[in-house]
């Protein structure tokens, strides 16, 4: 049986194409989403190539000068780390002498891709450091943007982030959940989830599953990639071995983003995903228990009933949150789904609203902090996500006739017919801004 099986996988392998859509075939193959025909049972099985479950039941190796020639070029990586025999990440040392020794490196992976695009195929993941720092993002992904610095807890210490990067069951743990693929303006994209989208991504499945705490808020900043976390915990819950499937609401605040979000949804093998297009679609869906993703938007609960589905195997997860759930749509929200689990997303939680709740009172009632996970925007300065703004005060001179203005104003009022100097009064302290603007 393993004779057939490495005849099988052989003959697959030589078929995928040298480019990003093999690379994510090969990913599935990884990840155990492949069957094979089994002779001797004459029925498919299932083709298992790591046990993600069991990482000492997998062979992890490294090897250096990893060589690789096609009929045209020849590449030879530095260093190559393979599980099972099958190789997954490259990495590029550079010296620390060499200036822009990390964007030589990264250059160095372009080139593999162009020159021998078939090594590249297999391998999900790379790195590249220069002794100092140590940068990483995925392959078929050369974007700067999508390149990420490693971040360990001793700032500067070179082995600490190597340890803590290769560590085995965080490599199978990016291998199986962080790595996906989108399309975008119909072209096929790789990504990886950073650390911080890691991190929110486990707490909040954790308090998905807590039987004692409801409630949580992720505050992450903006443009630190919000709705790939949300897309990944939506899944995750969804394709969990445990229990029946759950419901799972997506709300977001505009619906020119409804299609996107259902293309990335589906794009990470999620087909039971449903647009409630109306007020009534959404009460149907809930009230008729549908097991899957439920995309809508927050307004579409407005005047909604309560207690229209009670189940406890409900979660929600919001966008934008500090604004979507202000007033009455967020009592409308809490009310038809009450022992469902909520978890708000925002990049500029409210602490006060007119309702004297805020995002904070709302979301992160169950931790002592207020929030379940933050990445802010100093961190995000710090890693390169977000340009740092820089801004000074010019000086500016800002002249007003005072009798002019008076002339005008005195005319604009006799044009409308008032005439009373204490009415006058009445309209200029009701004008508060335009009258310290003008005291100015």
Known sequence: KYKETKEFLLRQISTLQNSISGNREFLEFLKG???FFDESERRELNLKLIDFENPANNIFQVTDEYYFKNNKFGNREDIVFLINGLPVIVIECKGANKQEAIALGIDQIRRYHKETPEMMVPEQIFAVTESLGFSYGVTWNLSRRNIFNWKSEETGNLEGKIKTFFQRERILDYLK??????????????????????????????????????????????????????????????????????????LIDRNELEAQLVANLRSVGIENVEVADSIEDLQKLLRNDYRGIIVSVIHKFQGMAANINTKPSVYCLIDEAHRTTQGDLGNYLFAAIPNATFVGFTGTPVDKTAYGKGT?????????QGYLHKYSIAESVEDGTTVPLYYSLAPNELLLDKDLLEKEFLSLAEAEGVSDIEELNKILDRAVNIKNFLKG
């Open 177 to 250: 959940n962080y790595i996906f693929f989108a399309e975008k303006n119909e072209e096929l994209e790789k990504y990886i989830l950073r650390q911080h989208q890691v991190a929110a991504v486990e707490k909040v499945i954790e308090r998905a599953y807590d039987t004692k705490k409801f409630r949580g808020l992720v505050w992450h900043t903006q443009g630190s990639g919000k709705t790939f976390t949300m897309i990944k915990v939506a899944e995750m819950l969804f394709k969990a071995p445990r229990g029946e499937k759950p419901t799972i609401l997506m």
């Open 360 to 368: 904070f009172k709302t979301f992160g009632i169950d931790d002592k």
């Open 33 to 35: 989403q492949k069957t």
